[in-house]
């Protein structure tokens, strides 16, 4: 099995910044896609951004120039900074990792959660 464990959300004025982090323990292998997903109120969860091994990064859209994804492999933590933040970008994040365990079984890993509050 493999944990993770969210930090960093809260609640900030529109403009504001946070730093959301997430850290793998457990039965890991090799570490491969590591991503940040968000669950909008009354929408479906969906990609914010996402670093592969690489590390090459991809963004939603409406993300792009104002979130910066970035990965540590030695320590298996990934980290979402976000700067200039609107109200829609308040939902709850999720951290999602790609992970071959030590029995070469791969599988994908979801943290409990962070909720991020942008307020105007």
């Known amino acids: 099995q493999v944990q993770l464990v969210e930090s960093g959300g809260g609640t900030v004025q529109a403009g504001g910044s946070l730093r959301l982090s997430c850290a793998a323990s457990?039965?890991?292998?090799?570490?491969?896609?590591m991503g940040w997903y968000r669950q909008p109120p009354g929408k479906q969860r969906e990609l914010v951004a996402i670093?592969?091994?690489?590390?090459?990064?991809n963004y939603a859209d409406s993300v792009k120039g104002r979130f910066t994804i970035s990965r540590d492999n030695a320590k298996n933590t990934v980290s979402l900074q976000m700067n200039s933040l609107k109200p829609e970008d308040t939902a709850v994040y999720y951290c999602n990792v790609d992970v071959v365990n030590q029995g070469r079984n791969r599988a994908s890993y979801w943290g409990q959660g962070t909720q991020v509050t942008v307020s105007s």
């Open positions: 457990g039965n890991i292998y090799i570490m491969y896609n």
């Open positions: 670093a592969t091994r690489g590390p090459i990064t």
